[in-house]
C-alpha cells in the first residue's frame, strides 16, 4: 500500500515566479505537483498551502504556523514534505527539531536554489527526493533534503548562496545520501522512542552578539533590558577579550541578572572550547554562561528561544539546553 504524505508549502524560490521587482514566492501546492507527476507513482499525495513568503520573511510565527500544521493532521498521514526557501530553512529545520520531536514520521523539508518554474532547474530533483525519502521505511525525525543528501535538521547549513549543493551537515554524518532514486541511509532511526510531543511556545527575545575587534562592554547596558538570552559569537576556540575588562564586566553584569549566555564561535567547523585558553576560561567561570562547542549558530538560536519559552530559571534553562536533542551537539 501507498503511503500517504502531506505537503505543505510555504513559498520560497522553489515557487517563485518573475514579477515587477524580481523573484516572487507566486505558485501554488497545485502548481508545484504538477511539474513532479511521477510523484503518484510514489506515494498518495494530498497538499496544504501555508504561505507564500520569501523564506527572508519566514521567521517563529511561521514555525509555529508549521507545526500546528503537521499536529492537526499527524494521525492522517504518514510524513510530511514542506517546501520552503532557502535562505531561512536552516532555521526552520532547526526550530521544527525541537518543536516536533520523537515522531516516527518524517518531517522533511526541501526546497531549491532556482525556481520549479525554470527549465533547468534544481527544484524537481529536490523535491522528488524529498517525497521518496518521506515515503521511505528508514525515514525518521526532521530532515532537510537538499541536492541528494539528506542532512539532520539539527546539523543543516546553507553554505553557498548560489550553487546546487547549498546545504552542508556541518560536523555530523549525514542522515542518508540518494543514488539516483535509491536511498543509502547513514544514520538509523533513534531507538527508545517516546510518542510524539509538540511544542508551540517560543522566546524570540534573544540577541546574538558577534565580537568583533574593539567592541566596548556598553553593549550589555543595551541589551540588558530588552532580552532573555544571549549568543555570543566569539574568535577561535571561544572567550572574551580580557586586555581591556570592559566586555568582561558587562558579561557580569549580564550574568548577574540571571540571564543566559551561550558563547559559540565564528568559525564553521570544530566548534568552541572554552577551557584551553585564559580568554575562554574567565567567561566560562561566570554562573550562566554554557557553550555550545560544536553546534551550529541556526540550532543554537532555534533551541534557545525553544528553552526560554518553556522557563526563564538559569539553571533548568541550561539543564535543558546542554540535552542533546536529535544529535544537535556533541557532549
Not at 504524505?5 to 517563485?16: D, E, H, M, R, Y
Not at 546539523?155 to 542518508?176: G, H, L, M, Q
Request: a negative charge.
Amino acid at each position: 500500500m501507498k503511503k500517504k504524505v502531506l505537503l505543505l508549502t510555504t513559498g520560497g524560490t522553489i515557487a517563485s515566479r518573475p514579477g515587477e521587482n524580481g523573484l516572487v514566492p507566486a505558485m501554488i501546492c497545485e502548481e508545484l505537483l504538477a511539474f513532479v507527476p511521477e510523484l503518484s507513482e510514489i506515494c498518495e499525495v494530498e497538499a496544504l498551502q501555508l504561505y507564500h513568503l520569501d523564506s527572508t520573511n519566514v521567521g517563529p510565527e511561521q514555525w509555529v504556523g508549521i507545526v500546528k500544521a503537521v499536529r492537526d493532521h499527524y494521525d492522517d498521514y504518514d510524513g510530511f514534505v514542506i517546501t520552503h526557501g532557502t535562505d531561512t530553512m536552516a532555521y526552520t529545520a532547526a526550530a521544527l527539531s525541537y518543536l516536533i520531536q520523537d515522531t516516527d514520521k518524517p518531517v522533511v523539508l526541501t526546497g531549491s536554489q532556482k525556481s520549479i518554474y525554470n527549465r533547468d532547474t534544481d527544484a524537481r530533483n529536490n523535491l522528488l527526493h524529498a517525497f521518496l525519502y518521506a515515503s521511505s521505511d528508514l525515514a525518521w525525525g526532521v530532515q532537510l533534503v537538499f541536492d541528494n543528501k539528506v542532512i539532520l535538521g539539527t546539523r543543516a547549513r546553507k553554505v553557498r548562496s548560489k550553487s546546487f549543493n547549498a546545504f552542508s551537515s556541518i560536523d555530523y554524518p549525514e542522515t542518508a545520501v540518494f543514488r539516483d532514486r535509491d536511498l543509502v541511509p547513514f544514520l538509523s532511526k533513534l531507538g527508545g522512542r517516546g510518542s510524539v510531543r509538540f511544542d508551540t511556545e517560543l522566546d524570540k527575545n534573544i540577541f546574538l552578539l558577534r565580537l568583533l575587534p574593539g567592541m566596548d562592554g556598553d553593549i550589555f547596558d543595551f541589551l540588558l533590558p530588552r532580552y532573555d538570552g544571549l549568543i555570543i559569537e566569539g574568535f577561535g576556540m571561544g572567550g572574551l577579550p580580557t586586555m581591556d575588562r570592559s566586555l568582561l564586566e558587562g558579561l557580569e553584569r549580564w550574568t548577574k541578572m540571571g540571564k543566559l549566555t551561550v558563547f559559540s564561535t565564528q568559525v564553521q567547523h570544530e566548534g568552541s572550547d572554552l577551557s584551553i585558553y585564559e580568554v575562554g576560561r574567565v567567561a566560562k567561570a561566570l554562573p550562566g554562561v554554557l557553550e555550545v562547542r560544536d553546534m551550529t549558530p541556526e540550532a543554537i538560536v532555534a533551541k534557545l528561544m525553544w528553552v526560554l519559552g518553556k522557563t526563564k530559571d538559569a539553571k533548568t534553562a541550561g539543564e535543558l539546553f546542554l540535552t542533546p536533542v536529535q544529535f544537535d551537539l556533541s557532549i
